[in-house]
């Protein structure tokens, strides 16, 4: 069985794993919402105890940080933009300006007052994601379709995103044992598989749904 995946559910019996899935799927919107009017050292702290339940649920570091790692990913991605967008002014400063300061240009355009507000705002994203991962790893997707047994498809689509994510895994960790390797090949090669598993996934979802429907 696949463990590593993100937002894998994780066995317990703590007040979250019994608390109803309805309350925690209306409890994520709002906080959400109330998370992005926080200001910068309310979520500091909110990470901290966010970081403080988890470990309290039962949740190891390497989990833990499984599920953060998009966020770690989009942070390089943004600095990735940023580096090229400096880099770009820069060269063209370096052939049109004939006095020009490079320490003062790089510390003018990396410094705390131009960073600060993405640097919180991807404090605000790493409380979210704190907070979608310990809703998921304490509810089972078969307790997240109850909560909407009027919106099957809905329900379904939630319910599919932990096991889009196993399925993911289950394919690269197929391709690395082939000897595969991590590149742009590996992505072109599995992407279509995963399609193709995912969508055979949600057909047999839907067909167990329509069963279950049917008999009750």
């Not at 355009?109 to 704190?130: G, H, P, R, V, Y």
């Not at 919106?151 to 889009?164: E, H, Q, R, V, Y």
């Not at 992505?187 to 979802?205: D, E, Q």
């Amino acid at each position: 069985m696949v463990t590593d995946s993100l937002f894998n559910y994780k066995y317990g019996n703590t007040f979250l794993h019994r608390c109803p899935a309805w309350c925690k799927l209306i409890f994520i919107p709002v906080i959400s919402i109330i998370v992005f009017c926080f200001p910068p050292y309310v979520c500091a702290g909110l990470i901290f105890v966010q970081l403080l339940l988890a470990l309290f649920l039962g949740f190891s570091f390497s989990e833990i940080l499984k599920d953060l790692m998009p966020v770690f990913y989009y942070a390089l991605i943004l600095l990735f933009v940023k580096i090229l967008s400096v880099g770009s002014q820069l060269i063209m400063l370096l052939f049109n300006s004939e006095s020009f300061s490079i320490k003062s240009f790089l510390l003018s355009n990396f410094s705390w007052e131009t960073e600060k507000a993405t640097i919180f705002l991807l404090m605000k994203i790493f409380c979210l994601m704190q907070i979608t991962s310990i809703m998921f790893k304490t509810t089972t997707a078969l307790q997240i379709r109850e909560c909407f047994k009027g919106l099957d498809a809905l329900s379904m689509f939630i319910s599919f995103i932990p096991i889009t994510s196993r399925l993911w895994t289950q394919t690269k960790k197929a391709w690395f044992a082939r000897g595969g390797k991590k590149s742009i090949k590996m992505y072109l090669v599995l992407l279509p598989v995963l399609f193709s598993t995912g969508m055979k996934k949600a057909w047999n979802l839907s067909r167990a749904v329509q069963v279950r429907t049917q008999s009750v």
